[in-house]
């Protein structure tokens, strides 16, 4: 072993053990946070739910212009006039993000119309709450199309231009059941545990790209029509996010250029113990929890 080698050896452990104290000391002191008013942010799904609190909270911390993409028209219609009077430019494009070419098509259109995207947030999703035999097999591939491959093709269509601009920011709005599935969304936890492999595929190759970064989130059950009907059984004990607490704390995030974010953070844990918990007290858990049935009563968007 040549002596460079040896030194960052010996140097390694140090600096993880620096990561991690820096890590904890920004725990405490709050970040510091990037500037906001050249930003130019996509939101997929912009029109409603959680992407319409996605938009309002980046047109609320400066963004300069706010696109939203989506298949309702009223909806997106609506969002950009609320944030039109919040005094931020804003522009809505139906697109379907499961349609490649629809998706390179108004990409090419945003760049013309608006200008280049600088922060691209893939939020756009369905789930259809059902379980394998039962679910249809084109909704099994809907779901992977849009809340997996959809990304590919957003993020292929205007990562090229930030890293050109050494200028950008790719974001997903992932969800905990990728890392901690559930029964009776078989389809949704699947092309969420994609879309978070994606993406931490995504953050690591970025390394490299001065300027350009990733934020990851992975929220707990968020009250939106998206899984209406869902019960746990101590809603007390696990309430429902409220959206729009979701949505600032995305853009927090950005802004701090943070990788991932877990919502709540007491999600950590959850992480922690599937990785050494015995199978069977993981089954206990999700009996005691009730997540184990709580699709039984899933309605979803009526
Ligand atoms: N709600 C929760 O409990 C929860 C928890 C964790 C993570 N999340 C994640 O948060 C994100 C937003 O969910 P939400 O709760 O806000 O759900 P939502 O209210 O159902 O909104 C989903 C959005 O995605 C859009 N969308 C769906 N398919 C699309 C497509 N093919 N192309 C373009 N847009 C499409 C919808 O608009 P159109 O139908 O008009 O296209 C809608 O604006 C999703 O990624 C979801 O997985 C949600």
Same mark, same amino acid.
């Given at each position: 072993?040549?002596?460079?080698?040896?030194?960052?050896?010996?140097?390694?452990?140090?600096?993880?053990?620096?990561?991690?104290?820096?890590?904890?000391?920004?725990?405490?002191?709050?970040?510091?946070?990037?500037?906001?008013?050249?930003?130019?942010?996509?939101?997929?799904?912009?029109?409603?739910?959680?992407?319409?609190?996605?938009?309002?909270?980046?047109?609320?911390?400066?963004?300069?212009?706010?696109?939203?993409?989506?298949?309702?028209?009223?909806?997106?219609?609506?969002?950009?006039?609320?944030?039109?009077?919040?005094?931020?430019?804003?522009? *809505?494009?139906?697109?379907?993000?499961?349609?490649?070419?629809?998706? *390179?098509?108004?990409?090419?259109?945003?760049?013309?119309?608006?200008?280049?995207?600088?922060?691209?947030?893939?939020?756009?999703?369905?789930?259809?709450?059902?379980?394998?035999?039962?679910?249809?097999?084109?909704?099994?591939?809907?779901?992977?199309?849009?809340?997996?491959?959809?990304?590919?093709?957003?993020?292929?269509?205007?990562?090229?231009?930030?890293?050109?601009?050494?200028?950008?920011?790719?974001?997903?709005?992932?969800?905990?059941?990728?890392?901690?599935?559930?029964?009776?969304?078989?389809?949704?936890?699947?092309?969420?545990?994609?879309?978070?492999?994606?993406?931490?595929?995504?953050?690591?190759?970025?390394?490299?790209?001065?300027?350009?970064?990733?934020?990851?989130?992975?929220?707990?059950?968020?009250?939106?029509?998206?899984?209406?009907?869902?019960?746990?059984?101590?809603?007390?004990?696990?309430?429902?996010?409220?959206?729009?607490?979701?949505?600032?704390?995305?853009?927090?995030?950005?802004?701090?250029?943070?990788?991932?974010? *877990?919502?709540?953070?007491?999600?950590?844990?959850?992480?922690?113990?599937?990785?050494?918990?015995?199978?069977?007290?993981?089954?206990?858990?999700?009996?005691?929890?009730?997540? *184990?049935?709580?699709?039984?009563?899933?309605?979803?968007?009526?």
């Amino acid at each position: 072993m040549d002596l460079i080698s040896a030194c960052r050896m010996v140097l390694f452990p140090v600096q993880m053990l620096f990561h991690v104290v820096r890590a904890s000391v920004c725990l405490l002191f709050p970040d510091r946070k990037k500037d906001l008013s050249r930003e130019v942010v996509l939101v997929t799904g912009g029109g409603r739910g959680i992407g319409r609190h996605l938009a309002k909270e980046f047109s609320k911390q400066g963004a300069k212009k706010i696109i939203l993409w989506g298949r309702t028209e009223k909806c997106l219609k609506e969002t950009s006039e609320e944030i039109s009077l919040m005094g931020t430019e804003c522009y *809505y494009f139906i697109c379907d993000v499961a349609n490649r070419e629809e998706v *390179y098509r108004q990409a090419k259109v945003v760049r013309e119309k608006v200008g280049d995207v600088t922060i691209l947030v893939n939020n756009a999703a369905v789930v259809h709450g059902k379980s394998l035999m039962d679910c249809d097999d084109d909704a099994l591939l809907k779901s992977q199309h849009i809340n997996t491959l959809g990304q590919f093709w957003t993020t292929k269509a205007f990562l090229p231009r930030m890293l050109e601009l050494q200028h950008g920011h790719v974001v997903c709005i992932n969800s905990i059941l990728s890392q901690s599935p559930i029964p009776g969304a078989i389809d949704y936890c699947t092309s969420k545990a994609s879309s978070l492999a994606f993406m931490e595929s995504l953050t690591l190759g970025l390394l490299d790209c001065p300027g350009v970064g990733c934020t990851t989130v992975l929220p707990f059950h968020t009250n939106t029509e998206m899984f209406q009907g869902m019960r746990v059984r101590f809603p007390q004990l696990f309430p429902p996010l409220k959206p729009e607490v979701v949505a600032q704390k995305t853009v927090d995030a950005v802004r701090a250029d943070k990788a991932f974010l *877990y919502l709540p953070w007491t999600m950590h844990a959850l992480v922690a113990l599937k990785s050494f918990m015995p199978q069977i007290a993981l089954e206990e858990i999700h009996k005691f929890t009730g997540s *184990y049935t709580c699709m039984n009563t899933f309605k979803g968007r009526t």
